[in-house]
């Protein structure tokens, strides 16, 4: 969570003080894909039945946000964040509004924290039900359709690159002929 907070703020700064860079931009998507997946393959050791699923969500993490960022450097865009106002009505208000990209970002590290944190402990008992529990179930929710908007950024992104490819190759044409 603390890494969350972290790195909301880092970005923040970085804009703030007009210091955004894609080195940057790509290290802030390595840092935030390599610790989630060294959570992930913690918590497939602490609940070894869900492993496939933590697998499912590290390949969909991993792959959907690189081919998304890839594809964003391709374009020319100085950010995966800006996005084309006629694209994907469901990307545009994911990045467009900053409450909701914090809601679905801190929901889905909550789940991954609580379920890191009810491996040790219930943690103190609400309305009859230990809050980590409790968290994970409110979060888990948010967490899935976190998921799905990680296979939306890869559908999105594959279409983006074939048009870049077929702009690179009508480019190609017209200069050969």
Not at 131 to 142: D, N, Q
């Amino acid at each position: 969570m603390i890494s969350g907070l972290l790195d909301a703020f880092d970005g923040h700064a970085a804009r703030y003080f007009n210091q955004s860079t894609k080195f940057g931009a790509m290290l802030d998507q390595l840092t935030d894909r390599c610790g989630t997946m060294c959570l992930l393959v913690t918590l497939s050791y602490f609940y070894p039945r869900y492993m496939f699923l933590f697998q499912l969500s590290m390949t969909i993490d991993i792959a959907c946000h690189w081919i998304y960022l890839h594809t964003s450097l391709l374009q020319g865009k100085t950010s995966h964040k800006f996005i084309d106002l006629s694209e994907n009505p469901i990307m545009r208000i994911y990045y467009t509004s900053r409450p909701i990209l914090f809601f679905m970002c801190a929901g889905n590290e909550a789940f991954y924290a609580a379920l890191y944190l009810l491996h040790f402990t219930e943690g103190p008992t609400v309305a009859g039900l230990g809050l980590f529990r409790a968290v994970c179930y409110v979060s888990a929710p948010v967490a899935i359709v976190k998921s799905l908007i990680s296979l939306l950024h890869g559908y999105v992104a594959c279409k983006n690159l074939g048009v870049v490819d077929v702009k690179e190759r009508e480019a190609l044409r017209s200069k050969s002929q």
